[in-house]
């Protein structure tokens, strides 16, 4: 009795040369077409998986142009990742909740780099006493006490070594900044001690395991404690210009709470946790609520260092928006130039992003981040004149210098998009959840309803509604 296939090919025209050759040769044996049988059935389901394949790429090609896709830009330290992290409590609250032991170990690790900062302070004035010649008068501040409280915490060095060597990317190690692996498999690797019910194989990972970090500080305490509120200690960082109050990932005013073994990071200190970003990375997520849940994203978040920055350009492609982060900090230069003060590198950056060509499409929202900062140093009376002379006499309150960095930010925009656009502007607080949520709502939003409206001209365009 003839196959199907052998039915179908014989009904097909005999000029079809694909047909010819699959035509069973003349004397066939039984065994030749079981073979060639089974041969057929195999090419058939590669051709099926193939296209299944295609059209599973195609359909999330179809799902990437549907989706919302935005940008975040701005120089280090802007806030872009705050930014982020922000967007996922808002929006994707249950995948947040999986994430927030990971923190406690990013904390961690920035409350020992702080230490750390402290004890190379203390090693520095050892050792230059030591240069010093015997009969030099001495007069350091340090006493025996501070010898034991830094021997007392040097172990805590050894761990941050190791965990960073688990997690870090090798450009960074020796540094004071958190920096992991591009992508989220740092995440895994921290999470992944804390399933593991076995202990560590070696003493490497033993050292690594972010469990033993936090025994180690909970009992060390007391001594983080008692060196960070010493005024001797607190003299000689301020003598030597060490502000650590002022660094990112700054949590040793919280120490009792954080160094506690039960510690559970709050949304709060999730946000001022500080973890560089090395290189770019793509989040994809669908919102769990808000009011437009179901919503799909992906966020690109890009690192924003000097150096960096020509790796943005192939993500310019086909954004529906970009987030641009720039805080007011006036005062400040940049860490890889300190040349360059830090809003007139944002003010560079944003003409040059807002010129783009392959950006004239893209709805530009700049967000002066960092509020309360600005706000603190302009309580605490530090002039906007001395680092940005021609702010002139203008008064030193938040809303002149606001409107005042505001209006050169526009005119940029004005002079220098492709094409006219609307300038959106928010002040935020990337470290408060509640006001960064309803902003981060209203743009979405915004973004949201302008990608459904050229979505919509698009499909029209095809034919086809979406
Ligand atoms: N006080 C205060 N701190 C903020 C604010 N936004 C962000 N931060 C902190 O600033 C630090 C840097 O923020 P990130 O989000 O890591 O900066 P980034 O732009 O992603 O930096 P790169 O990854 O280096 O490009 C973090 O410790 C944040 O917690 C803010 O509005 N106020
Ligand atoms: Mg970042």
């Known amino acids: 009795m003839p196959d199907r296939l052998t039915t179908q090919r014989t009904s097909q025209s005999s000029f079809d040369p694909l047909n010819v050759s699959l035509q069973p040769p003349p004397n066939e044996t039984e065994e030749e077409k079981t073979l060639r049988l089974e041969a057929a059935r195999k090419a058939v389901q590669v051709s099926r998986n193939i296209d299944a394949g295609l059209a599973e790429s195609r359909k999330a090609m179809d799902r990437k142009k549907r989706a919302v896709k935005i940008l975040l830009l701005g120089q280090s330290e802007s806030g872009k990742s705050s930014v982020l992290r922000n967007f996922r409590l808002a929006f994707t609250p249950k995948f947040f909740e999986t994430e927030r032991l990971v923190w406690k170990t990013v904390i961690h690790l920035n409350l020992i780099s702080s230490i750390k900062k402290i004890l190379s302070v203390l090693q520095e004035e050892w050792e230059a006493l030591e240069h010093d010649a015997p009969d030099a008068p001495n007069d350091t501040p340090l006493s025996s006490e501070h010898r034991r409280l830094a021997l007392s915490l040097s172990p805590l060095l050894a761990f941050e070594t190791s965990i960073n060597q688990l997690i870090a990317s090798d450009s960074s190690s020796g540094g004071y900044t958190v920096t992991v692996r591009p992508g989220g498999g740092w995440k895994d690797k921290i999470s992944s001690f804390g399933r593991s019910a076995s202990a560590p194989a070696s003493p490497i990972d033993k050292s690594a395991d972010p469990s033993q970090v936090m025994q180690v500080l909970a009992a060390c305490k007391d001594e983080i404690i ?18 650590l109050q002022e660094d990112a990932g700054f949590f040793l005013d919280d120490t009792a709470r954080v160094a506690a073994i039960d510690y559970v990071p709050l949304d709060r200190d999730i946000m001022r946790a500080r973890i560089r970003t090395l290189g770019v990375e793509e989040h994809r997520f669908i919102t769990e609520s808000g009011f ?175």
Not at 233 to 240: I, S
């Open 226 to 243: 008692a060196l960070w509120e010493d005024t001797a200690v607190r003299r000689l960082l301020n003598a030597r210009g060490v502000h």
């Open 292 to 466: 437009r849940a179901g919503t799909e994203f992906f966020i690109t978040d890009v690192c924003g260092s000097s150096s960096q920055r020509s790796t943005w350009i192939p993500y310019f492609d086909d954004m529906q928006a970009i987030l641009f982060l720039a805080p007011l900090a006036f005062w400040q230069s940049l860490d890889e130039d300190k040349n360059v003060n830090r809003v007139q590198d944002s003010l560079e950056i944003w003409r040059e992003i807002v010129g783009n060509r392959l950006l004239a499409k893209t709805a530009f929202i700049l967000l002066f981040n960092k509020k309360d900062v600005l706000q603190a140093h302009i309580a605490a009376g530090v002039p906007v004149k001395k680092y940005v002379p021609s702010y002139g006499d203008r008064p030193n309150d938040v809303a002149s210098v606001t409107k005042y960095f505001r209006d050169k930010f526009s005119a940029y925009h004005r002079k220098f998009s492709p094409v006219p656009r609307p300038f959106i502007f928010y002040e935020t607080e990337a470290i408060d959840t509640k006001s960064t949520a309803i902003i981060l709502g209203e743009v979405q939003e915004q973004i949201i309803r302008n990608h459904l409206k050229d979505l919509d001209v698009i499909f029209t365009h095809a034919g086809e509604r979406i």
